[in-house]
């Protein structure tokens, strides 16, 4: 886990960094031990009042398109620079309207032990076609925890920043390589 203070120091180099114009709000930007996911919101297009929804969601996919295409050398290249600063790759994704377009994401490898009674969880998903695969049966179930426990992991997610803050408190508390972005606890830190 990153501290709290390599957090805001992360998210203010990503807010300084991104070229003026570019986002209407700097909407999310998330951490955990691989990834750094930066969302931000764009404008919509204007389009006159009572359009049909088939041509408003046209227009966003197509606003969607043009910031990306416009914006991939300087992401690219943003994304060099935090990999080297922060470890981690970094995601881009845009907010416009209602919808949520991720450019890229990270897909990372989980190794897991699972009980015949767990596999046999995945494998129905599978054959009742909710899910291509075991991995992508394992994710559908890690949304749908989430989904449906989002109160109890935040209250979760909280304990674990105090016990954060403890530590950063602790003895070592000013001893140089021991805090900020060098402090790494292996705990996902994600919203």
């Excluded at 990306?68 to 994304?79: D, K």
């Excluded at 599978?126 to 935040?154: F, H, K, M, P």
């Excluded at 803050?165 to 606890?185: I, K």
Aim: aromatic share 6%; hydrophobic share 40%; proline share 4%.
């Amino acid at each position: 886990m990153i501290t709290e203070k390599g957090q805001q120091e992360l998210r203010g180099w990503i807010a300084g960094r991104l070229p003026e114009g570019w986002f209407t709000e700097l909407a999310e930007v998330t951490i955990d031990r691989e990834e750094i996911t930066v969302v931000g919101r764009i404008t919509e297009p204007e389009l006159a009042p009572g359009v049909p929804e088939a041509e408003y969601e046209a227009a966003l996919e197509g606003r969607i398109t043009e910031f990306r295409e416009r914006t991939r050398m300087s992401r690219v290249e943003i994304a060099r620079e935090a990999n080297v600063k922060f470890r981690r790759q970094l995601s881009w994704g845009v907010r416009c309207g209602d919808n949520l377009t991720m450019f890229t994401h990270l897909s990372a490898p989980v190794m897991s032990r699972l009980r015949q009674s767990e596999r046999m969880v995945l494998d129905t998903l599978i054959a009742s076609g909710v899910a291509r695969s075991r991995s992508d049966a394992l994710s559908w179930c890690v949304r749908l925890v989430a989904q449906n426990t989002d109160e109890w992991l935040t209250d979760l997610r909280s304990s674990l920043i105090q016990v954060q803050r403890v530590r950063e408190a602790g003895p070592d508390a000013g001893v140089p390589g021991t805090s900020d972005l060098t402090l790494e606890l292996q705990l996902e830190d994600q919203k």
